[in-house]
């Protein structure tokens, strides 16, 4: 069965640090999405992207967070100064056109000390 | 966006079939009802879609009725690996949108 592959699985930062979390989405899919779920809470969304563009941010979205398909497999998601509040698991999901359901990755979790 | 409501935990035995009821009293004509499992530390996995009456796969069942206001996850015969949360959500299916979940009912099964 096909993956969505994120790496790493753990990562630690330090606060005001930058942080890229990457993903490979499943080759064939054409929606690409970013959510986060912070220790005890729901699962949060955070960006869409479809045709090389964001389609749609929450507000969590600031401009410190910014998405990037770089080289037509991987997805990147860049924490440009980290906050102890961003603390969470970072789950990357990709989705066909024509298949319901998304496919989620395993997820970073990222620390930020 | 329809909100559900569903409970927020249950507890089951191995073997037996466990049932997930969830409330959208407000689903809207172009919704449809799918449902998501998640693992400690792990992505959410869908499991089932429907939009009326009973979907099934090798996974699970799904029953709406013709209000379609609920509808009941059915995991027939669980293990102990079922241990999990599973959510209910509402929205359109177009490919694009994204999801929106809710907190959940998490299952534990007990030996």
């Known amino acids: 069965e096909p993956e969505v592959t994120q790496t790493p699985s753990h990562q630690v930062t330090q606060m005001g640090q930058e942080v890229i979390l990457r993903c490979v989405p499943i080759s064939n899919h054409l929606y690409f999405y970013w959510y986060r779920q912070i220790l005890g809470q729901k699962v949060e969304f955070l960006v869409s992207f479809y045709n090389n563009e964001i389609s749609e941010k929450s507000e969590i979205f600031d401009d410190q967070f910014s998405v990037e398909r770089p080289d037509g497999s991987n997805f990147t998601l860049k924490i440009r100064s980290t906050k102890l509040e961003d603390s969470a698991m970072y789950f990357c999901a990709s989705r066909s056109g024509t298949n319901y359901g998304y496919t989620f990755g395993s997820g970073t979790r990222l620390t930020v000390v | ?111």
């Open chain 2, 1 to 111: 966006l329809a909100k559900t409501t569903q409970p927020i935990s249950m507890d089951s035995y191995e073997g037996q079939e466990v049932n997930i009821t969830c409330s959208h009293n407000n689903i809207a004509t172009n919704d449809y009802i799918t449902w998501y499992q998640q693992f400690p530390s792990q992505g959410p996995r869908f499991i089932i879609q429907g939009y009326k009456t009973k979907v099934t796969n090798e996974v699970a069942s799904l029953f709406i009725p013709a209000d379609r206001k609920s509808s009941t996850l059915s995991l027939p015969r669980v293990s102990l690996s079922d241990t999990a949360v599973y959510y209910c959500l509402v929205g359109e299916a177009a490919a694009g949108n994204k999801l929106t979940f809710g907190g959940g009912t998490r299952v534990l099964v007990k030996p």
